[in-house]
């Protein structure tokens, strides 16, 4: 920006803080914009597809362990049926 346009900005400002102290809204905007507001939209499909998954898997030393020595037993098996 220049010099004359920051000169120039806050005259717009001034006027548009009095028209801002001598409007007040009806009511009936200020609820049903507060109801817009305070109720969530409903996602599209595609943003409903876009959506983050997570997926939380808690598995115990004891299940590890027990999975280890079955697919141990399991590769064992199908190495000695191969031959």
């Avoid at 200020?30 to 996602?43: L, N």
């Avoid at 597809?49 to 020595?69: K, M, T, Y």
Wanted: charged content about 25%; cysteine-free.
């Amino acid at each position: 920006m220049n010099g004359a346009e920051q000169r120039r900005a806050p005259e717009p400002l001034s006027e548009l803080r009095r028209l801002r102290d001598d409007v007040t809204p009806p009511p009936d905007l200020v609820a049903r914009v507060m109801t817009r507001v305070s109720e969530p939209r409903m996602p599209s499909f595609w943003q409903w597809l876009n959506r983050p998954v997570q997926f939380e898997l808690r598995l115990s030393p004891i299940f590890l362990i027990g999975l280890a020595l079955t697919l141990a037993a399991g590769f064992i098996y199908v190495g000695a049926t191969l031959r």
